[in-house]
């Protein structure tokens, strides 16, 4: 069984997650063979921001297979396939049919795979585990956003008298509702997660030091949903003042990096531009649109600019003199107007005052 593992530093705020990547099988077993197979080699621990998986995670839409697939293959793969077939590194087609399990001289006990088998497992995937997927989604998403305890009321449709009771007890707590309350509450549920103080497994030649003295435990369980709990679990604790958030633009959960009210991630989302960077100007753009004066302002702006590039050389016109006071002198009246350090009048008063006349 191979269980999935994690560790989190606890003073840098980084995650480590054991991943496994798929490479080539060059070995014994495939000599004579027509076709490549596939290896999944444990890969060496990296440092993540803390809450990486669990961004994942919340942020993938399981309802869609390509997307599912992205996430599986990045950190669930190999725990999935030992949960369907825990004696696949012994059942795989290199093996042949007439293997036997004694025949330990022909038998490798890493797990290789051809690209039909690969495929084949993750369709079996898909279909055994969606449903739960999704249901652990929506339950961390409910976490995330508060409502952790409005979720579990929805759950229970029956209406007994005890059922009532519990209903009467869960929405009291939602009174109070935080991320500690609520993953209290899950906590129950964690029956298969170990806590594990032997950290072989994330010991590399470089950072071994560093391991040592910022990780004193690693975490494991053979079920995703364990993990899912000790992730945010971990994130709460050591992040204590943060909230998880969902970007208004690219609609997906962030973590931010002050516990300020934070309405934008920093991903990038169209271009070169970040949900933050377009935030910016979705916000300039709302303001303009709601402020009368602002808009005169930059109608104003827009309509001197368009007079300078109709302006012909040599012409008498002060378009473009007028342009260039306006750009700078404008600024700093805006400026001055958004701070309330002058009337809305005398902004407008200015703004008027930057009309040409026209010469006879």
Known sequence: MKELEIAFDLKGFQEYFIKYKKEEYKGELAKGKTKPYYIFEKKKPSPENLGTFLLAFLNTDFKKKETCKDFIFEYLYVNLLTL??????????????????????????????????????????????????????????AVANFKYFDFLAKEITSQSKENKLKKSMIKESSKTETYHTSLSNIATTTLFLNINFNLRTFFTDKNRNFIIENIPYSFSSKYFYDILFISFREFAYIKKDIIIQQCENCKKYFIPTTAHDTKYCDSVFSGKKTCKEIGVQKAYAEKLENDRLLKKWRTRYQTLAGLVSKTKPGSKSKAAEMYEYYKKEGAIMKDKYEKGEITGKKFEEWIDSTWLRKSH
């Open 84 to 141: 369907i077939n825990n004696r696949i590194h012994l059942e795989s087609e290199i093996h042949g049919d007439d293997i036997l399990p004694t025949d330990i001289t022909k038998v490798s006990y890493d797990i290789i795979l051809s690209d039909e088998e690969i495929d084949y497992y993750f369709n079996e995937m898909y279909t055994k585990f969606k449903d739960t997927l999704i249901y652990y989604q929506k339950l961390y998403t």
